[in-house]
């Protein structure tokens, strides 16, 4: 296969991401300044990527086909707004910079569907739903909005050159494997708590992915890169359901009254965030519930 640089190696996606592009055969190189990277990466270096000098001496060091860049501070309001912002931004700009310059042939930026804009104090209204990748982006943090800053810089950097082709691609709430059985998730609830108290995950509509799945999801961009059409583009990635008991026909509209008339057409399990794009382009979809997986 290939050679590919993680970074953001021992995050919460960066584990499975490392873990499932090596069992698809690739030499997995993680980066990350913080202990935990899983053992299936060939080597992990504990790089500063806020340095632009860094990424360079980084991706020169390794010299890899692709790279996949996760690393963030990954939780709104974890950090000052004007840290994350600051953080989140120049990590986008260095990676990309890097990978042009020395000639990755390939490279996934992670995004955020939060970058839609739902939580907003003052409110939020989708125009349609399920949510796609055309629904207008209304940021209102500094999360949030260095995700999309993020997403444009990709964009700005696909259209300045012909050798690296790139994309970026928006995660669902990620599940790692360990919360299936009950360990807190980032907002420091349990799965059976956000299924037992919908307020929880109201707010962004009951997402959710499953890490191994978005392992498998980058995987299938990386090899859908080589296709002119998926370059420059954004892909939203999350579960084939909802992490709700009910249908969100019936259940969205009641912990969040402004979708009433909206939900209607959210039928059966199905979820708010379609990855319909991800699976005519890439021939990807989630393959794990919270059904199967939940212990």
């Known amino acids: 296969m290939s050679r590919v640089l993680v970074t953001g190696s021992a995050g919460r996606l960066g584990r499975s991401v490392v873990t499932s592009l090596a069992a698809a055969g690739h030499e997995v190189i993680g980066v990350d300044p913080a202990p935990g990277s899983p053992p299936?990466?060939?080597?992990?270096?504990?790089?500063?990527?806020?340095?632009?000098g860094e990424a360079h001496s980084v991706i020169a060091r390794f010299r890899p086909e692709a790279v996949v860049h996760l690393a963030a501070i990954a939780v709104p309001f974890s950090r000052s707004e004007a840290t994350t912002f600051r953080?989140?931004?120049?990590?986008?700009?260095?990676?990309?910079?890097?990978?042009?310059?020395?000639?990755?042939?390939?490279?996934?930026v992670?995004?955020?569907?939060?970058?839609?804009?739902?939580?907003?104090?003052?409110?939020?209204?989708?125009?349609?739903?399920?949510?796609?990748?055309?629904?207008?982006?209304?940021?209102?943090?500094?999360?949030?909005?260095?995700?999309?800053?993020a997403e444009q810089t990709m964009k700005a950097f696909a259209r300045?050159?012909?050798?690296?082709?790139?994309?970026?691609?928006?995660?669902?709430?990620?599940?790692?494997?360990?919360?299936?059985?009950?360990?807190?998730?980032?907002?420091?609830?349990?799965?059976?708590?956000?299924?037992?108290?919908?307020?929880?995950?109201?707010?962004?509509l009951f997402n959710y992915l499953?890490?191994?799945?978005?392992?498998?999801?980058v995987d299938a961009l990386l090899a859908g890169l080589a296709r002119p059409e998926t370059n420059g583009e954004v892909f939203f990635a999350g579960a084939a359901d909802?992490?709700?008991?009910?249908?969100l026909a019936e259940l969205?509209?009641?912990?969040?009254?402004?979708?009433?008339?909206?939900?209607?057409?959210?039928?059966?399990?199905?979820?708010?965030?379609?990855?319909?794009?991800?699976?005519?382009?890439?021939g990807w979809t989630a393959k794990r519930s919270w059904r199967t997986e939940l212990s």
């Not at 990466?41 to 340095?51: E, F, M, Y």
């Not at 939580?119 to 949030?144: K, M, Q, R």
């Not at 050798?163 to 360990?183: D, I, K, L, Q, Y």
């Not at 499953?210 to 999801?217: N, P, W």
């Open 40 to 52: 299936e990466a060939a080597a992990v270096l504990p790089a500063d990527l806020t340095d632009l």
């Open 160 to 204: 300045s050159t012909e050798t690296t082709r790139m994309a970026a691609f928006r995660p669902c709430f990620v599940v790692a494997p360990e919360e299936w059985e009950g360990a807190p998730t980032q907002t420091g609830h349990t799965i059976t708590e956000r299924l037992e108290r919908p307020e929880l995950g109201g707010t962004s």
């Open 242 to 247: 909802a992490l709700a008991r009910e249908p």
């Open 87 to 108: 953080v989140n931004t120049q990590l986008a700009f260095n990676v990309c910079a890097a990978c042009v310059a020395l000639g990755v042939d390939r490279l996934v």
């Open 252 to 282: 969205l509209p009641a912990v969040m009254p402004e979708t009433k008339g909206l939900a209607s057409v959210l039928t059966g399990t199905a979820p708010a965030f379609s990855s319909a794009k991800a699976e005519r382009l890439l």
């Open 210 to 217: 499953d890490a191994r799945d978005a392992g498998d999801f």
């Open 110 to 149: 992670a995004s955020s569907p939060t970058v839609i804009g739902y939580g907003a104090p003052g409110g939020w209204t989708p125009s349609y739903l399920p949510l796609d990748e055309d629904h207008p982006t209304e940021p209102w943090n500094a999360y949030n909005l260095s995700k999309l800053v």
